[in-house]
């Protein structure tokens, strides 16, 4: 089991940006693929990005261009990144990282591959 916990959600007003941190502490092999969703007020839980352990990257077209994934193995424990710049309002929402041992070829932006969850933290963007 891995344990995830993001940090960085903030308000922000349109235009402006927000690097969001999700450490995962553990079982390093459970975060071997990684992922950012977010859940929007009365909508959906939505895959915005994933990243695969040789660094190869994933968007949602919502967010292409704006958003960058990264991620970095420090001894014991392995941070995930999202860069948000340009943020619109439709941003706004909570944005969890998701992360599990294996992946499915084509589901990177989906939730079912992942079973490790952090509890999220909030971005919102004002207009």
């Known amino acids: 089991q891995v344990q995830l916990v993001e940090s960085g959600g903030d308000s922000v007003k349109t235009g402006g940006s927000l690097r969001l941190l999700c450490v995962a502490s553990?079982?390093?092999?459970?975060?071997?693929?990684m992922a950012w969703f977010r859940q929007a007020p009365g909508k959906e839980r939505e895959g915005i990005s994933a990243?695969?352990?040789?660094?190869?990257?994933?968007?949602a077209d919502s967010v292409k261009d704006r958003f960058t994934i990264s991620q970095n193995q420090d001894n014991a424990k392995k941070s995930l990144y999202l860069q948000m710049t340009n943020l619109k309002p439709e941003d706004t929402g909570m944005y969890y990282c998701a992360a599990d041992r294996h992946s499915w070829d084509g589901y990177q932006l989906h939730e079912v591959p992942y079973k490790n969850w952090g509890r999220g933290t909030q971005v919102t963007v004002a207009s």
């Open positions: 990243i695969d352990p040789d660094g190869t990257s994933y968007y």
């Open positions: 553990g079982d390093d092999d459970s975060a071997r693929y």
